[in-house]
């Protein structure tokens, strides 16, 4: 069967002209994909700029209902996380990306027909089943059809745009009105749309399908060049390796059932936890409410979080180039120890100036370490744990796996949420600060002691070490 799927790269040289004007193409696909982590991105930004505005307007909104509208978001990504499970390996990657511009616009159309807190957190709920479902089909999309050598840093490229769209909804909600934001939002979905409905499928999805042609000229497309037997042969055997008539519930029991499934599976739960941890989440919707607490920086809050959000892309941009250099792990590691100590930080100040003390002086230590706890946060917990959690699972259980660690990821993200702000609001802010600093300290442990190294390894042999513990 191999034999018969290679023959074509030999005589075909159509495909081979073709290929050699595509070059470089899977680069510029993963960015079209990306381009529906924007939506996210603009989901997630919306609340900085916005919420302040709902609270002085009619709505009135108040400190426990605008908790509610950014977790709610989060909610509904955890739904739509789980409805992932039945619908990505069923309908495809592709598929199920161009699908969530229902749920997108239908978000944003409530948020502009229906003024009320029901609607909005109704609005923000269905917006988040669409970005749970694309952050999980997108992640799995661009991993399959990335290269080894290249796969974190495009990888990366997928969460980043993320951020990206969180910048443009600081910027944008910094100038427009909700209704008008909601506009932008709905314009950039259907640019995606149109965009990737003209793409190829993952190769890997492909050949689960048995259509091995389709998955060969997918693979040249992407390649750039016919000279793809080589690639083509590992992802035939990662395929192939798959264990045979398993059923959509058995998945997970029968990963367990493998020497290293156990650990494999404890890995990504973790990751997700600790990721959700870091409380990057808590930049981007408090951003403003943070920095309205440092004085002097009351009448610029909204500036600030632009600055913020640039500082964030910035480092993202960082990350994209040394991940696939320097690996995941120094990186991950050096990221959540500079989110534990400036989250720490962050807390003494507040603390200081809960008490009364004169903290004139150290307005600017407060500001440096928000900007450094974004920048650390960036480098490596925002964005790489996505990028291992879609390289360690084997390909007939990742839609399973991933979308039940991804619905942990955004439950515990969502749990913060809900604690930070009440602990902030009710409270103080350096408990809540003092709250993520020590759970990080946790997740250092966890990283420092279990997180292996994944760079350049093709998906085959990431799973037989870590599923088969065949040494390699």
Known sequence: MLENVRRPVAIDVTWQSRACRTRGFTRWLSWTVSLAQVTTGLFLGWPSPMIPKLMDSSLKLDEDEASWTV??????????????????????????ILVTIVPTIASWSIIVWDSTIEGLYVARFIGGIGSGLVFTAGSMYVTEISPPEVRGAIGSCFVIMNYIGGLLGYIIGSFAS???????????????????????????????????????DSLMFLRGSGG??????????SVESEPKNVRLFSVIPDLMSKPGGPKTMLLGVCMMIVQAFSGSIILNAYAETIFKN?????????????????????????????????????????????????????????????????????????????LLYATTVSVGLSSLPFVIMNEIFPLYAKTACISFCFFLNFFFSFV??????????????????????????????????????????????????LVCRIRI
Not at 78 to 95: E, H, N, P, Q, S
Not at 200 to 212: A, G, S, V
Not at 228 to 237: C, T
Not at 330 to 356: A, K, Q, R
């Open 71 to 96: 977790s709610m978001l989060k909610l509904g990504m955890a739904v739509g996380c789980i409805l992932a499970i039945f619908i990505v390996d069923f309908v495809g990657r592709k598929i199920s």
């Open 178 to 216: 909700i209704d008008e934001y909601a506009y932008v939002a709905i314009s950039f979905s259907m640019i995606q749309f149109l965009m990737l409905i003209w793409f190829h499928e993952t190769p890997y999805y492909l050949l689960r399908q048995k259509r091995h042609g389709a998955a060969l």
């Open 228 to 237: 793809v037997s080589e690639e083509m042969d590992s992802i035939m055997r």
């Open 294 to 370: 440092i004085h002097n920086y009351r009448e610029k809050d909204s500036y600030m979080s632009i600055v913020l959000a640039t500082v964030q892309l910035i480092s993202y941009i960082l990350c994209i180039s040394l991940v696939d250099r320097i690996g995941r792990r120094p990186l991950m590691i050096i990221s959540i120890i500079g989110v534990t100590i400036c989250s720490f930080i962050l807390g003494v100040y507040f603390c200081l100036d809960e008490e009364h003390v004169n903290v004139e002086n150290l307005h600017w230590l407060a500001f440096t370490c928000v």
């Open 416 to 465: 913060l949420i809900k604690v930070w702000s009440i602990v902030a609001f009710e409270q103080n802010l350096y408990t809540a600060f003092w709250i993520i600093s020590a759970l990080n300290i946790f997740g250092v442990l966890f990283l420092v002691y279990y997180l292996p190294e994944t760079k350049s390894l093709s998906l085959l042999r990431i799973q037989e070490a």
